[in-house]
């Protein structure tokens, strides 16, 4: 007997599917299963709502924006290492978390995802309570159309990095002093200025001094190494504010995990400790290495000859090398532009707090326990009798 055949159903449309998830976010900002959707406001760019999810490898071929560009070496060594670095950190409590990076997505006008901005950030110390993000790239096509659009992609990425990081006490974060958009976004989400640094770019002479003067007492120039990495901890302890030393919150195996070994000390030999100190940070994308110059300020003397001996260890002859320097420090300023070092900019160190609600389901059960016992102890009560099992 014939039978019809079943009705065919359409395929439901993945880009209903994508917009049903989207759902205006709470006043607080605070998102649920790492999905943070949020209405954004101004130019047509932010017509759609802005969707923020952990990098995956298929946003690789996306983020084609020249503003993404620079940034894909880094985001596939991410990806490679994702894997390893949460088993390792699974398994070894002191490993150093994973980075994170996310990726801000809209639909465009044919409905399909495009990315908008980038956030990547990392633990500051082993720890985790202290977080910094490293890139905030949004992309070129976007800051065309209104600076309410980039500020609205900025708060999202950075609201959902602060909501990811459970652990984190506090957070980081720099932004050049001309960058009011910037400035101000992070303003909004609590973050506060530090410190003004100003960057200097010095050129390393072409070929290192024959017999450099010696050293003035009894102090010794040092590569850094794990035995002696305690005396730059103590250093950078006595010349860092005390409101940022508490947020940063840095142990000594941090110090070496962040400038790789790659560090010179000048150790008073008499008092076994370090007066001045120069280690890397990073690898400028101008080209040459990212230092900081750390000097007791008991020992400014030395900014002159000795101060330019520890540069010169670390930059390669004929190297540029880029420098951060306080820019209340006049005399720092002064020695380096005898040095012929150039200015290249301020740049801004913010920084926030992180207060989270703890859970008092544990403490009440405790209290209540404690009360219980408590109330068996008062006067003119009778007291409970003790349970006897059968005989």
Do not use: K, Y
């Amino acid at each position: 007997m014939p039978t019809s055949p079943p009705s065919i159903q359409p395929a439901p449309d993945l880009r209903d599917a994508w917009r049903s998830e989207a759902q205006p976010a709470s006043v607080d900002g605070a998102s649920s299963g790492g999905l943070l959707t949020i209405p954004a406001s101004g130019g047509t760019p932010a017509a759609a709502p802005i969707r923020v999810t952990p990098l995956q490898g298929w946003h690789l071929p996306l983020l084609d924006d020249p503003a993404f560009l620079p940034l894909q070496p880094l985001l596939q060594r991410s990806l490679l290492l994702s894997v390893p670095r949460h088993l390792l950190s699974a398994l070894v409590q002191s490993a150093r978390q994973a980075p994170l990076v996310l990726v801000a997505s809209q639909l465009d006008a044919r409905g399909r995802s495009r990315p908008v901005g980038l956030l990547l950030a990392r633990a500051h110390n082993r720890s985790g309570s202290c977080w910094e993000v490293q890139h905030l790239a949004l992309a070129s096509w976007v800051a065309e159309h209104s600076a309410g659009s980039c500020r609205t992609i900025a708060a999202a990425l950075l609201r959902e990095a602060i909501n990811r990081t459970r652990g984190a006490a506090s957070w980081i974060a720099t932004a050049s002093s001309l960058d009011t958009s910037r400035l101000a976004t992070l303003r909004e989400l609590g973050f506060q200025p530090q410190r003004t640094q100003r960057l200097w770019h010095w050129q390393a002479p072409p070929a290192p001094a024959p017999s450099p003067a010696p050293l003035p007492g009894a102090l010794q120039l040092r590569p850094l190494q794990r035995r002696n990495a305690a005396l730059l901890w103590h250093l950078e302890q006595a010349t860092c504010p005390a409101p940022l030393r508490q947020l940063l919150d840095r142990r000594v195996e941090d110090l070496l995990d962040r400038s790789e070994g790659r560090g010179w000390l000048l150790i008073d030999a008499d008092r076994n400790e370090a007066v001045a100190a120069v280690r890397w940070l990073a690898d400028h994308p101008a080209g040459g290495p990212l230092v900081e110059l750390s000097v007791h300020q008991a020992w400014s003397h030395l900014l002159g000859a000795p101060c330019e001996q520890l540069l010169s260890s670390l930059a390669e002859p004929g190297q540029p090398l880029w420098l951060l320097s306080d820019a209340d420090d006049g005399a720092r300023q002064d020695w380096l532009c005898r040095l012929g070092a150039q200015e290249r900019g301020d740049e801004v160190l913010m920084a926030r707090t992180v207060w989270r609600r703890q859970e008092g389901s544990v403490s009440l059960r405790a209290a209540h326990r404690l009360g219980a016992v408590l109330e068996q102890l008062q006067p003119g009560r009778r007291p409970v009798p003790t349970p006897v099992g059968q005989r």
